[in-house]
């Protein structure tokens, strides 16, 4: 799906210029993986906020399920942000009206297809593992 959704107010963001990182935990088994981000490639790809926890994800080949296509429309691509949370973008009252319907939820709780880090410290995030898609389809 992707793409933006027209229901919404915009995020205010300030974009980073500078390379950081992004580091991955999956809740269900502890494995890390860290990224290193390049602002001057955003977007990675098409789900998501441009430069967004999600967005990053996908362009470094990480899965995080997002069924409405990351434009803030389901709770699916819920995340606890563990580390550099100061450093996000603020949620928004759509963000917020979304989480609610995420099991889960803590004060690091975030969409990740909303939230948006402005690369001034190294981020840490969580995929909880009822986040993750155990479905898989035959080609």
Known sequence: MGG????IDDVQ??????KYTVTYV????GEERTVEVDPAKFPYGHD?????ILDIALGAGIDID????GVCACSTCHVHVEAGLESCSESTED?????????GLTGQSRLSCQCIPNG????RVVIPEWN???ASEEH
């Open 4 to 7: 933006s959704n027209p229901y």
């Open 13 to 18: 963001a300030e974009l980073p210029t500078e």
């Open 26 to 29: 999956a809740g269900d088994t």
């Open 48 to 52: 998501g906020l441009p430069g967004s």
């Open 66 to 69: 997002h069924a409405c296509g």
């Open 95 to 103: 963000e917020e009206d979304m989480l609610d319907l995420a099991p």
């Open 120 to 123: 001034k410290v190294p981020v």
């Open 132 to 134: 993750r898609n155990l």
